[in-house]
């Protein structure tokens, strides 16, 4: 099939382009589509599928529950597809991404193998002149960057790597063609989320794999299984109730939120409670079961604990035991992982831990990994160091706004826009998922579709008045970042260095990068703002129109 658009050429401008064809990139476009506007969506991989297509390292899964990690827009879709596991695997969301793509007719609009390298804005004509890594130049009135809150992998910073005569890997840039570990030595640098589901699985295979830890994580049992058909049928049937309960929430997953203050629980109360929530498999099991877990650093401190307990009763060598046990940061400060087997993986005897706290990687050698104290020799060596979280894809892009002033120079601080939306001086230029909005803090599934949903009726206001022109007021902006902060500096997320604050990347400014208030008071916020007429917007039309 020829996927590649008409290409339109500045004579033949298009209404949007959207960066990315993920599932915010599909969705918008489907929502554009049904506006009658012509859009074009980029997309750098080689097929559709963002996170999705990229992250197809060994162990790759959601860690949301797969009936709830899926669009809601249609209820059809969501009678006609069919989940196999409680947690879907990688390939299996890629399935379902194809299946959505084909069944609403998407490709056509969408060319792939295509990076979007720069957009400068035409004050005059409010249009933006986009360009790509192709040659491609299309002139559009909106941007959307759909291009991902964990889509720029960050660089690990380490010397030598081009030296080593191995094969390299990165769990955000797994090659397409099957990759075989049987009979090699394999590293593994990294234990976060994406280092902790691929670690089991590898493990499974390779005749040795050496886990290189800087910073033990927090890791929960997912349990994951076959769903089974019974229960399959009976979400299907009370599916648009779900739905409907999935917008409201918190955080785009549905459940009874806690009442009680950890601290006012006796510890058998407790410990039966976090027990339950081991045994639920969820991700926010143990963040579900009281109120302060996230505000206060004692009660946070009993799940931390109850957390290293379970590793000590898993690994049988109580060193590496201790190795493993996350101390430096309050639980769920970082995003807890979601894993099966990871902790009992240290129990293989072909598997090795080594400290990176106590002996440093120094270089990567031809044969190897040089630490403090040793050189490794390996056969591959696998990189889950994680991303650029949030900002990264689109400062990736060479933004140039009102005046010449480019987005790279207005964010050096640190991200700055209005509702997460649109950031001043930028007009019409979305981004979905993007910094200082939900995004990361919920199931994107749902939040995704509250943005695009958001901007896709913005643009149709704006036509509905003759308007061609949207951008944030500065004095709105500035309010929406000191409410971000306000409401992180709330809760326990400052006390860890983490991605959500920039801390992975050096350089980057150190500041809480997503909205901590909820997905149901954000949502609120976007939809008052909407309501009244777009306040701490300021909408205009262009002379030439
Ligand atoms: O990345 P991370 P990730 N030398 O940044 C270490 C989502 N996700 O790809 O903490 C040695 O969390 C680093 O150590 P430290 C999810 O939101 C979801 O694993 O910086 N080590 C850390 O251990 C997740 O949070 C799923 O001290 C180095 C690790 O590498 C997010 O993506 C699955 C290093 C990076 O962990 C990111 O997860 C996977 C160096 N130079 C991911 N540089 C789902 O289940 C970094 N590290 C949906």
């Known amino acids: 099939m020829d996927n590649t658009p008409v290409p339109p050429s500045p004579a033949h401008p298009v209404d949007v382009v959207v960066v990315g064809a993920g599932l915010s990139g599909l969705y918008q476009l489907h929502r554009l589509r049904e506006l009658g506007l012509t859009t074009l969506v980029f997309e750098a991989g080689e097929d559709i599928g963002g996170t999705w297509y990229w992250n197809r390292y060994p162990g790759a899964r959601c860690d949301v529950e797969s009936m709830s990690y899926s669009y809601s827009f249609s209820p059809e879709l969501d009678q006609e597809w069919e989940w196999s596991e409680r947690y879907a695997s990688q390939p299996e969301i890629l399935r379902y991404i194809h299946h959505v793509a084909d069944r609403f007719d998407l490709r056509r609009d969408v060319t792939l193998r295509t990076r979007v390298t720069r957009a400068v804005y035409d004050e005059a004509g409010h249009v933006w002149q986009i360009s790509t890594d192709t040659g491609r130049t299309v002139t559009a009135r909106f941007i959307v960057l759909a291009s991902g809150c964990m889509s720029m992998p960050k660089d690990p910073g380490i010397p030598g790597a081009d030296s080593f005569t191995g094969a390299i890997f990165h769990t955000a840039g797994w090659p397409r063609e099957d990759v075989s570990f049987a009979g090699k030595r394999v590293a593994v640098i990294g234990t976060g989320c994406s280092g902790v589901q691929a670690i089991p699985v590898i493990a499974e295979e390779a005749a040795s794999l050496t886990v290189f830890q800087r910073t033990p994580a927090y890791a929960l049992p997912a349990h994951n299984r076959p769903l089974r058909g019974t229960e399959i ?40 409670a976090y027990e339950a929530a081991w045994e639920s498999g969820l991700l926010s099991g143990l963040l579900r079961t009281y109120t302060d877990i996230l505000t206060d650093e004692k009660a946070n401190e009993t799940v931390a604990e109850f957390v290293r307990s379970k590793i000590r009763s898993i690994v049988t060598d109580p060193a590496t035991a201790e190795l493993l046990l996350p101390r430096t940061f309050p639980f769920a400060t970082k995003r807890p992982c979601l894993d099966t087997g990871y902790y009992a993986t240290y129990n293989r005897p072909h598997v090795t831990l080594v400290d990176l706290r106590t002996t440093p990687i120094e270089t990567i050698t031809p044969r190897g990994i040089r630490t403090s104290d040793w050189e490794h020799g390996f056969d591959a060596i696998v990189f889950a160091t994680g991303f650029d979280a949030l900002t990264g894809s689109q400062l990736a892009i060479d933004i140039v706004g009102k ?22 001086g930028f007009p019409n230029l979305f981004t979905v998922l993007g910094p200082l909005s939900p995004s990361v803090l919920t199931n994107i599934a749902v939040s995704l579709e509250q943005q695009v949903e958001w901007i896709t009726d913005c643009i149709a206001h704006l036509r509905r008045n003759g308007l061609t022109e949207i951008d944030a007021v500065s004095g709105a902006e500035a309010d929406w970042g000191v409410r971000v902060a306000e409401i992180a500096a709330r809760t326990l997320y400052p006390a860890a260095e983490s991605w959500y604050r920039g801390a992975n990347v050096p350089g980057k400014a150190h500041m809480f990068l997503a909205y901590a208030g909820g997905l149901d008071r954000y949502r609120e916020e976007c939809d008052a703002v909407a309501r009244s007429g777009y306040t701490g917007f300021a909408l205009s039309t262009a002379s030439s129109s």
């Open 403 to 424: 005046g010449g002033a480019t987005l790279r120079d207005k964010w050096a601080d640190g991200p700055q826009n209005y509702l997460g939306l649109v950031s001043a």
């Open 233 to 272: 049928a009976e979400l299907k049937a009370r599916y648009p109730e779900f739905r409907q309960a999935q917008r409201l929430s918190r955080g785009g997953t549905v459940f009874d939120p806690p009442t009680g203050s950890a601290l006012e629980a006796d510890e058998a109360e407790r410990t039966a």
